[in-house]
T-cell receptor, first 116, second 112 residues
Framework: NAGVTQTPKFRVLKTGQSMTLLCAQDMNHEYMYWYRQDPGMGLRLIHYSVGEGTTAKGEVPDGYNVSRLKKQNFLLGLESAAPSQTSVYFC???????????????FGAGSRLTVL | DAKTTQPPSMDCAEGRAANLPCNHSTISGNEYVYWYRQIHSQGPQYIIHGLKNNETNEMASLIITEDRKSSTLILPHATLRDTAVYYCIVRPLIQGAQKLVFGQGTRLTINP
């Protein structure tokens, strides 16, 4: 099992450019999440999804859009990148249900984005 | 969700047990204690979780006090690879997406 795979791992953008980060999981998890992490700070939730075709806003959703067209994929888009979006982005997934295991998130290795 | 308090940093000698404390004095009866860690530049990694009984797995042990207001994560024989930021998170069991909140955690440094 590959777990959670993020692509690309690194990307440099110019202000105003657009791009999409792809997250893919092979664990048949219902829930998927996008977090960002800035230097010296904890992770902040951007958007999340409870299943195919559904998305919801997290703590810091502005400037980002997401889509979950397939259960195994969760895409994070930046329509017009800004320097404030320079960060490391982490995708995570978890299984569904009101069980203690539903809080066990599996994270990807991260995507480092720099906006100039 | 219950707030957690962790020391910002700790040091431990290689080969010794690393004991990481977490205070969660406002924890509710249906809230679990979860521990994750993040090794430099990597994604967070789940370690262990528990409700009220002590738990042990291949990575660590979790000791929760009888009143559940605090807990300790124990790495029994710390190695240099255990150097990481450790996050203590308290979350209830609810239906729907589990929006874990990662605070500042404890930066654990294992010294040779």
């Amino acid at each position: 099992n590959a777990g959670v795979t993020q692509t690309p791992k690194f990307r440099v953008l110019k202000t105003g450019q657009s791009m999409t980060l792809l997250c893919a999981q092979d664990m048949n998890h219902e829930y998927m999440y996008w977090y960002r992490q800035d230097p010296g700070m904890g992770l902040r939730l951007i958007h999340y999804s409870v299943g195919e075709g559904t998305t919801a806003k997290g703590e810091v959703p502005d400037g980002y859009n997401v889509s979950r067209l397939k259960k195994q994929n969760f895409l994070l888009g930046l329509e017009s990148a800004a320097p404030s979006q320079t960060s490391v982005y982490f995708c995570a997934s978890a299984k569904q249900g009101a069980s203690s295991g539903a809080n066990v998130l599996t994270f990807g290795a991260g995507s480092r984005l720099t906006v100039l | 969700d219950a707030k957690t308090t962790q020391p910002p940093s700790m040091d431990c000698a290689e080969g010794r047990a690393a004991n990481l404390p977490c205070n969660h004095s406002t924890i509710s009866g249906n809230e679990y204690v979860y521990w994750y860690r993040q090794i430099h530049s990597q994604g967070p990694q789940y370690i262990i979780h528990g409700l009220k009984n002590n738990e042990t797995n291949e990575m660590a042990s979790l000791i929760i006090t009888e009143d559940r207001k605090s807990s300790t994560l124990i790495l029994p024989h710390a190695t240099l690879r255990d150097t990481a930021v450790y996050y203590c998170i308290v979350r209830p069991l609810i239906q729907g997406a589990q929006k874990l909140v990662f605070g500042q955690g404890t930066r654990l440094t294992i010294n040779p």
